[in-house]
C-alpha cells in the first residue's frame, strides 16, 4: 500500500501557475504508474494527467494539454502538475492517485487516492 499527500494548491489569477506535489510513502514509489484527477464543485471527478512508473509516458486530458505538465522524481517519492495558464474553469480539488504500472496510460485508474488539495484560480 501507498500513502499520498498533496499540497501546492492556493489561489491564483487566471493566466498564472501553480505546482501541486504529491509526496508519496510506503511501497516502493517507482512500483506504480501515477495520476492527476479533480473534481469541481457540483462535478464528478475527472482525469487530469498521467504518468508512467519510469516517466517516459504521459497522457493529458484534452482541456489541460499543453498547459499542465506530469512528472516524477522517483528519487524523493513525489509527483509533480505544473499548471500553467490556468483558467477558472480549472478551478476544482485536486487528488493524486496510484495505479497498476502495467496499465497504459491513456486508460489510468487510481488505486490509491491522496486527500487532495485546493486550486481557486479568479477571473
Known amino acids: ?13 487566471a493566466g498564472g501557475s501553480l505546482r501541486l506535489s504529491c509526496a508519496a510513502s510506503g511501497r516502493t514509489f ?12 457540483g462535478k464528478e471527478r475527472e482525469f487530469v494527467a498521467a504518468i508512467s512508473w519510469s516517466g517516459a509516458n504521459t497522457y493529458y486530458a484534452d482541456s ?9 522524481d ?14 477558472p474553469e480549472d478551478t476544482a480539488d485536486y487528488y493524486c492517485a496510484a495505479g497498476d504500472p502495467l496499465i497504459s496510460t491513456t486508460r489510468f ?4 487516492w491522496g486527500q487532495g488539495t485546493q486550486v481557486t484560480v479568479s477571473s
Open 1 to 13: 500500500q501507498v500513502q499520498l499527500v498533496e499540497s501546492g494548491g492556493g489561489f491564483v489569477q
Open 30 to 41: 517507482s512500483m506504480y504508474a501515477m495520476g492527476w484527477f479533480r473534481q469541481a464543485p
Open 64 to 72: 489541460v494539454k499543453g498547459r499542465f505538465t506530469i512528472s516524477r
Open 74 to 87: 522517483n528519487a524523493k517519492n513525489t509527483v509533480y502538475l505544473q499548471m500553467n495558464s490556468l483558467k
Open 109 to 112: 485508474k487510481g488505486d490509491y
